[in-house]
């Protein structure tokens, strides 16, 4: 079993900016992805950004340009910077770390971009 903890979120005005970080309780040196999600009121769950193995990332194209996924195997611990926030980048933020044979979600934690 894997425990994914999230820091947590906040309020934040237009434009201003947040960092999300996701801690392991284990190494996610040999993790096939982690990725951030994002579930807004009445929306589905989207995915916002992975990184690989490998350090490739994706990001969906609403985020392109203002948040950053990035990872420190030494902590065991993935971030999402986000930059420019937009009120409608308001949803609860899951952690999601994909290992060969399973998979866990972290607790979630609310992000919440207004003035």
């Known amino acids: 079993q894997v425990q994914l903890v999230e820091s947590e979120g906040g309020l934040v005005q237009p434009g201003g900016s947040l960092r999300l970080s996701c801690a392991a309780s284990r190494s996610i040196s040999s993790i096939v992805a982690m990725s951030w999600h994002r579930q807004a009121p009445g929306k589905q769950r989207e995915a916002v950004a992975v990184i690989t193995s490998g350090g490739g990332t994706t990001y969906a194209d609403s985020v392109k340009g203002r948040f950053t996924i990035s990872r420190d195997n030494a902590k065991n611990t993935v971030y999402l910077q986000m930059n420019n926030l937009k009120p409608e980048d308001t949803a609860v933020y899951y952690c999601?770390?994909?290992?060969?044979?399973?998979?866990?979600w972290g607790q979630g934690t609310q992000v919440t971009v207004s003035s």
């Open positions: 999601f770390a994909r290992f060969t044979l399973e998979s866990y």
